[in-house]
């Protein structure tokens, strides 16, 4: 057993026994890890405070070898986000990340950019509000990051490149297909694949996404109640095959997020 320290965010906690959580984190190397907080709801323990769901910690614990729970030995509270804590919108975007990460990643595999992401959706969470966006974003990016990335600069089907302009282009869920090729498959071609129209504005900002792994980009777009339906719906297309369904809590995140007074989702 070897001693580690690092900073993780809370993915998960679930009650072990009276007193004590089990805590899923996402590590800084990228990598998930459970481990048991003894003790962790006895009144004076050291950990209470220390850590929440989808904040950010300094976490020492002792590693095991193979598979099981890790020991928490120390934890301090570094990122809070409050914001999440006033918002139950937004807190409900950043739960359906988390169920998405812990869905898609295994315990043992390790990549700092994963921990990146999971990272900035979270404080756009927290400081932005309920922001569909910021699901959109993490969803393009986190696809991109597990090597599903759809193919947006040229057909998947002749592999031509479509241009900014093109206004005849249709969606699958390994990425665009061209008006001409869509044509041919809708009469009679070899794919059964269901195409769904692609706007060259939703398209772009797909683009702009998919090549920018960093907060700024997604935090300057904002969207029009009509290319957030059409998100809703093509990366709900890609997350469906990906994952063989579309999850519970995706739908019920994003009926959240976009109820609500204002657009931003605020719960005052
Ligand atoms: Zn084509």
Redesign the pocket.
């Known amino acids: 057993m070897t001693i580690v320290k690092t900073h993780a965010l809370v993915l998960r906690i679930t009650p072990y026994s009276n007193t004590s959580h089990v805590v899923v984190w996402l590590t800084e190397a990228g990598e998930r890890i459970s481990t048991l907080i003894k003790g962790a709801l006895r009144p004076k323990s050291d950990f209470l405070g220390q850590y929440g769901l989808f904040c950010g910690c300094e976490l020492l614990y002792y590693r095991r070898d193979g598979d099981g729970l890790h020991i928490a030995r120390e934890c301090a509270l570094l990122e809070a986000r409050t914001g999440l804590r006033r918002n139950w919108r937004a807190f409900g975007g950043a739960s359906y990340i988390s169920h998405l990460i812990l869905n898609t990643s295994m315990e043992g595999q390790r990549d700092p950019l994963g921990y990146h992401l999971a990272q900035t959706a979270f404080d756009a969470l927290d400081t932005g509000g309920a922001r569909q966006e910021a699901v959109f974003w993490f969803e393009l990016q986190w696809l991109k990051h597990l090597g599903f990335s759809p193919q947006l600069q ?7 490149p479509l241009g900014a302009r093109e206004t005849h282009v249709l969606w699958a869920t390994e990425g665009v ?6 044509d041919t498959q809708r009469t009679g071609g070899p794919s059964s694949t269901a195409l769904a129209t692609l706007r060259p504005d939703v398209l772009a900002i797909l683009r702009r996404w998919q090549a920018q792994p960093d907060a700024h980009v997604m935090a300057t777009t904002q969207c029009s109640e009509r290319q957030v339906l059409e998100f809703d719906r093509l990366l709900g297309m890609l997350i469906a095959d990906h994952m063989d369904n579309t999850p519970e809590s995706r739908k019920i995140a994003l009926l959240l997020m976009r109820s609500g007074f204002g657009a931003n989702g605020s719960s005052k």
């Open positions: 040229q057909c998947t089907r002749c592999h031509r297909v061209c008006g001409a090729c869509a």
